[in-house]
């Protein structure tokens, strides 16, 4: 069980070679495809669900005052896009069992 590490685009890539068999640039080519699409999609305000393990979802953040914790001052925080993921209840229930 991993839990301090990190797992890696290698170690995905790694995992495909194993299982499917390809050689290791195909399955990291196929890696690098994914993400890619991935990375696309969400670039153009598209959310990507993956059923199973979850959704990464867009969200527009308004304009809102925030407060500089050293001094106290308001300051104005800039609208912006933010990225967060939503596990689905299949990936919840896996790390509940542990």
């Known amino acids: ?5 990190t797992l890696t685009r290698a170690d995905l890539a790694e995992a495909i070679n194993r299982k499917v068999g390809l050689s290791r640039s195909e399955s990291l080519g196929m890696v690098e495809a994914i993400l890619d699409m991935m990375s696309g ?4 305000g598209e959310n990507v669900k993956i059923s199973g393990f979850g959704t990464f979802l867009l969200r527009d953040k308004g304009q809102r005052i925030g407060r500089n914790p050293k ?6 925080i800039t ?4 990225l ?8 919840k229930d896996r790390i509940a069992k542990g």
């Open 41 to 44: 999609a969400l670039e153009q």
């Open 71 to 76: 001094t106290g001052i308001e300051v104005p």
């Open 1 to 5: 069980m991993r839990s301090m590490n």
């Open 79 to 82: 609208p912006r896009r933010v």
């Open 84 to 91: 967060t993921f939503r596990a689905s209840q299949m990936l």
